[in-house]
């Protein structure tokens, strides 16, 4: 089991759903695949200092977390599928 730190921005724009809820989600998807969750920091809502793809603002969550790079690449996967997920990375600590 390696160690990740992973950055999730939602993009809630026009969506009924509250952040605590679209993070709820994907912490139950990352805990499905596998993951053991270590601890989530919700950062709040920044300003991007451009506008890509017409989006101004997204949430940002750190998420840290234990999982095998095959568990990782699965999580990856399933939450690229998520429209409330803006942007994902993921490194290894």
Request: proline fraction near 3%.
């Amino acid at each position: 089991m390696n160690k990740y730190e992973a950055m999730i921005v939602l993009d809630t724009k026009g969506k009924e759903e509250t952040v605590d809820q679209i993070v709820a989600t994907v912490t139950k998807e990352l805990e499905k695949a596998g993951a053991k969750l270590e601890q989530v920091d919700n950062l709040g809502k920044r300003k991007f200092p451009f506008n890509p793809r017409h989006v101004e603002a997204g949430y940002f969550v750190n998420i840290n977390f234990q999982a095998d790079p095959k568990v990782l690449e699965a999580a990856r996967e399933k939450l690229r599928l998520n429209d409330n997920i803006y942007q994902q990375y993921y490194q290894r600590r």
